[in-house]
């Protein structure tokens, strides 16, 4: 068994205008250097045995910030947010609404949800071999996020999507996940 929690980035100058960053590096607006501190301090009583996150700037930085004077960070391409192709830099609202068209189709230029949970698949692999019975964290994305809760939650896509958090605003310093034997990863 692999225990692992998640938590998202901070705020980006892109999330504050709601553009839709995907594999853009992302630059932390100073709320998100703030919530990312933050965050460090709020989930001090875990421990973690590493903390992995994705290869783009705002999860390295969000990652260091918050945990970078205690855990070894492993920065891992395959934790990045979903590759947007055309759609990237534009507003979200544009096409986010229907993100369930890209499950099976990729977007344009980019990549389909099927491809993020297969690389998230292949993350879990991994770290479930070296990690087995360790508590690790995640600093990453939405699109890796939903593929947790598809992996590991059973969930379709459209349900992980209808019940993002993001919708409510409901955000919380971490989410817990269980890579039990047997488990997809």
Known sequence: MLKITYFVHGTTFDNEQDLATGWNQGELSELGRRQATELGKQTAQHRFDVVFCSDLKRAIDSAELGFGEKYTIIQDARLREANYGSFTGVPADSFKLNLDEYVERPFPGGESYRQIEKRIASFLAEVKKTYSGKHIAIVAHQAPQ??????????????????????????QPGWGYIVADGVPG
């Open 146 to 171: 939903l593929a947790l809760d598809v992996l590991l939650r059973a969930r379709s896509w459209e349900q992980a999507m209808a019940e993002d958090w993001r919708h409510r605003k409901a955000w």
